[in-house]
């Protein structure tokens, strides 16, 4: 089965960091993408979609007018900056929202839930040819970077911002440490301390209280341990 979806958002970056996403999943494919809201319309006057990613904050007709003007309605995943929105767009039936920047592991998530909505009897599709799950992070205001989630080693809180430490560069972006491991997989990530989260399978020693990642030393809080040593040591 396959999905047709548009993209709707006013940001072309945001653009194509969705369609680069879609490149590397199974049965979604782009029938159009609109930094207007107002020419969606138009489009779905004639055409009809499964699945629409849906940015909020647009010139003209905002997201969730937008999706109040449907009068058929197809699936729709909120893809914005801003978290405040999620109430009201559960209220009009979205099917997921995501805030930017957005995983691939958590954006793989949504879509999954859109194919299982369409078919129930298909499990979720496979990604085609994903070895390497990635992401891309907001390293400046114009600029999007992708990186592997398997070179990530450690991610650092700074009150606002995140250190992102992986094989081969840091890079400071504006999140929450709670936010961006719960988009982690869970698999290979575990928060350690209320200031880090670290890959499992880059942890080179345990000792006590403390683990070791590439020479250095990283404490692992009180009230994590447990469940920390549970996890990593079975």
């Avoid at 369609?19 to 494919?29: F, H, P, R, W």
């Avoid at 969606?40 to 007709?61: C, E, G, Q, R």
């Avoid at 197809?74 to 930017?100: H, N």
């Avoid at 070179?151 to 992102?164: A, F």
């Amino acid at each position: 089965m396959n999905i047709n979806c548009l993209i709707i958002d006013d940001e072309p970056l945001a653009v194509n960091v969705i369609k680069s996403y879609i490149d590397e999943i199974d049965n979604v494919t782009v029938l159009n993408t609109f930094n207007s809201s107002v020419e969606a319309l138009k489009y779905l006057k004639d055409h009809s979609v499964d699945l629409i990613f849906l940015d909020i904050n647009m010139p003209l007709l905002n997201g969730l007018d937008f999706i109040r003007t449907l009068e058929t309605k197809p699936m729709i995943i909120v893809t914005t900056a801003y978290d405040e929105y999620a109430i009201q767009s559960y209220e009009l039936e979205v099917l997921d929202y995501l805030v930017k920047p957005i995983p691939f592991p958590r954006f793989m998530k949504a879509v999954n839930r859109a194919l299982k909505s369409l078919d129930t009897n298909n499990a979720i599709n496979s990604p085609k040819s994903i070895k390497r799950p990635f992401t891309f992070i907001k390293v400046d205001k114009k600029k999007m970077k992708k990186i592997y989630l398997d070179e990530i080693l450690v991610v650092e809180s700074l009150r606002d911002y995140l250190k992102i430490t992986t094989q081969t560069n840091k890079y400071i972006i504006h999140s929450t440490l709670s936010n961006f491991t719960s988009l982690l997989p869970d698999s290979n990530f575990i928060r350690i301390h209320r200031s880090f989260t670290i890959a499992i399978d880059k942890i080179d020693t345990v000792e006590g209280n403390s683990l070791e990642i590439e020479g250095i030393r990283y404490v692992i809080g009180r009230s994590y341990i447990e469940n920390v040593k549970k996890k990593i040591l079975g």
